[in-house]
Structure formats: C-alpha cells, structure tokens
C-alpha cells in the first residue's frame, strides 16, 4: 500500500539562486551536443559551510555503468579540495538542442541522494516542487532509510 509522505521544504535564499546559476555555467561549459549522441548533461553545484563552492557536470560514457553524475563528481572536487561541512547542492539540466526550454532543476537521483545523506543528514537539496524550487534535508529525501 502506497501511502501520502510529505517532506519538509524551506524556501531558497540568495546564495541558493546563486547555487543555481552556478550549476548552470558549469553545465554551459561541459555541454557539447555532438558528443555521447545527445545525452543529457547534467551540472551541480555545492556550497561548503564556509561559504566556497564546487562544481561538477555529469559524465556520460558507452559503458552505462561508468557514467556519473554531476553530485558526485562535485562532491569529489570538494573533498579533493579539502572541503569538510556541506550546505547545499543543486542539479540543473541542460536543454537539448531540439528543446525550447530553458535549464531546469531536476531532483538528485536515489544513488546521488543516497550519496549526499553520507556526507550529511541536514545537507539541503534543492528540488523542484510544486512549480518553484524548494531545498529540503538530505535525509527527508529518504523516508525509509534507517541507518
């Protein structure tokens, strides 16, 4: 039986929208449409308790197994750089060529939430909800986890 979850949501500051345009130029950067026959690309942006931020984009490969996603790949950065206490992260999407919208905030995938959650229960994810951007607790995005 499938039952109503509901998860607690806080609305986006500055630094968040900043966060997200951040995820965006990362995304612009990395984006090449002949490449990996029009895969997505997907870049993220995480916010360190002190304030830096680190980016990262997916990596599609031929192999579907060693392909990434961008939270990892940004999280990587961030722990590479010496980076500890996280606040933030966002995913954005990048539009296809043959797509008339713009970027668009996609939710973390189970893996990447899964991922985050290690690196903190209270990280906030930001996510679409609703027609706006919401951030909500890296654990809440996991109702059934329990360890």
Not at 81 to 96: N, Q, S
Not at 109 to 117: D, S, W
């Amino acid at each position: 039986m499938v039952s109503d979850i509901s998860v607690a949501t806080a609305e986006l500051t500055e630094d968040d929208r900043r966060l997200i345009e951040r995820a965006e130029e990362a995304t612009k950067t990395a984006f090449d449409p002949e490449r990996w026959d029009g895969a997505h690309m997907v870049g993220a942006a995480l916010r360190a308790a002190d304030g830096q931020v680190f980016t990262g984009v997916s990596m599609p490969a031929n192999v579907g197994r060693a392909s990434m996603c961008a939270e990892p790949v940004a999280l990587g950065n961030a722990l590479g750089d010496g980076a500890r206490g996280f606040e933030t992260i966002v995913a954005v999407r990048h539009p296809l060529p043959d797509e008339s919208r713009d970027f668009e905030v996609v939710p973390a995938c189970g893996a990447c939430r899964e991922l985050i959650a290690d690196y903190g229960h209270e990280i906030a994810v930001i996510v679409p909800h609703d027609g706006e951007h919401r951030k909500a607790a890296a654990i809440d995005l996991l109702p059934a986890r329990n360890w």
